[in-house]
């Protein structure tokens, strides 16, 4: 495998339309759904992004010898339950941002009522894409239990709560990444995870895709909390430099930039070393892990 | 077949404790879980209520000569749904209520942002359960799809939306079943089908269900509109007149209390007839439906 400088929108090209096509797909609601809910759920989810997560899903089941084609529900509902995670955490309650993925949030656009109501949309509808699109039943059950572990309240939800009392908790680096673990972590993993039982991995498989995703899901934290104090508003398509305003536990505040960036060069060496237990076709995997180290936005 | 008298509570006498001891179960977190968060979703969920939803699931099993105990992660999941459904309804961006279940809602008793998590853990937590618990795979898989339609934006979401509407739209009985369609009935139909989807019922029990859930649904809705009308907010747990305060569409508003009473009647009158192609293991479902009717909370 020789390594790779593209970035993962680059990465993302030959998938990104496919991705797209069938997020759009599922968003054909009939007239029971309000005009207003249906433009809010649409502007959220198909608003342009890195799509990292559905991109994990489809190049871990091509990583394992599956097939892209049939892993696509299941990327398309990591990228709901990202979605929807994003929009409830941007809620003035929340972490009142204004600007996501170079747009005005959700709840700027729509107001809080609605935007509750998209975030509630969009969970409900990942798990309704993989029951109602995986066959046979046995991985469509196992990936609805994978996602909702992931999505659930000692993960993802249990990251949120934790990064909110993180603002005025003392600064200490297991804290920082057991909430990183399970707010950004987990569903990085889940979407390796759900590529792995979509292509019936072998348990060897299994558990290099394990290896590789924990590693990548903090690597890509520390890169997030890295253009949270370099980057560039406009690249970036939000806020930058808010963590810092909201006195958060990040990555270069505990161990500054130059240590934060070498323990990330460091994850995404284990990551792609783990990857060599797949073998060839998991280049796609080794590449979208050198990109998350270089990504600027 | 005799009518019965039974309120809600006495019928769920003999099967609340189940409930109520799954529910705490499902609802053991480990230290992953933030204790602010855990106690919330335990707040909200374990409160005393009226349990109908899980009622009708497992009861419907029961008609179609299922079995209760196999049945429980599905009422569990349903009253999940519902839970989580009562905790965002209740945000101040929404209804903004102050009582719930005769006691401080969620958002009064931990802050907004810990309601709007305990709420999408729930609805996460719903999912979790029934691909975890429910056997085999092809059951699990179906309850999940029949759940997440049930909740998603052309139901129970999609209801909610429009209610929010509905404050200043023309009065129509048309948008107003509607409204209440997928606002309420989409849950208690679901009910109703996660019986008999896990009791494997035949088409002939199938059909029977449905159109006892679809009159049941509405008739508890409009049963729910005279409460507010007339009930009082000792008994009802949630404050009274607030649908008339708000210049919500409701029953009474739109037919009068005597005319929304008698179409109450008539609609479960019609839902017990449906009962009849089950036959005589049905009875706990016919006692549901008239229990609704007699209801003062």
């Known amino acids: 495998m020789e390594t790779s400088t593209a970035s993962i929108s680059q990465l993302a090209a030959g998938v990104g339309d496919m991705v797209r096509q069938a997020l759009d797909r599922y968003t054909q609601f009939s007239e029971d759904c309000p005009p207003r809910l249906c433009e809010a759920i649409r ?12 991109l994990l899903v489809l190049m871990s089941a091509e990583a394992c010898g599956g097939d892209m084609e049939a892993a696509l529900p299941a990327a398309c509902a990591v990228e709901m ?56 039943a046995r991985v469509a059950a196992d990936c609805c239990l994978e996602l909702a572990r992931a999505a659930g309240p000692m993960a993802l939800v249990a990251g949120q709560a934790d990064d909110l009392d993180g603002e005025t908790a003392a600064p200490d ?13 987990a569903l990085i993993l889940a979407s390796v995870r759900l590529g792995g039982i979509i292509a019936r991995a072998s348990r060897r498989q299994r ?18 909390d890295l253009l949270d104090v370099a980057g560039d ?6 806020r930058a430099g808010k963590d ?26 284990e990551a792609v070393a783990a990857l060599r237990r797949i073998g060839p076709q998991a280049e796609g995997l080794e590449a979208l892990a050198r990109a998350v180290l270089e990504r600027n936005h």
């Open 43 to 54: 502007y959220s989810l198909l608003a342009p992004g890195k799509r990292l997560r559905p």
């Open 81 to 136: 339950i990202h979605t929807y995670s994003l929009v409830h955490d941007d809620l003035p309650c929340m972490d009142d941002d204004d600007l996501r993925r170079g747009r005005p949030t959700c709840h700027k656009q729509f107001g809080e009522a609605l935007a509750v109501l998209a975030g509630d949309a969009l969970l409900t509808m990942a798990f309704e894409t993989l029951a109602g699109h995986l066959r046979p």
């Open 173 to 185: 680096l297991a804290r920082l990444e057991s909430i990183h673990r399970r707010k950004t972590g």
């Open 207 to 224: 558990s290099a895709l394990e290896e590789y995703g924990k590693r990548l899901g903090l690597a890509f934290q520390i890169t997030d």
């Open 233 to 238: 508003e406009n690249t970036l398509g939000k």
């Open 244 to 269: 810092a305003d909201r006195g958060k536990l990040t990555f270069p505040g505990l161990l500054g930039v130059d240590e934060s960036r070498r323990r990330a060069e460091q994850l995404v060496t």
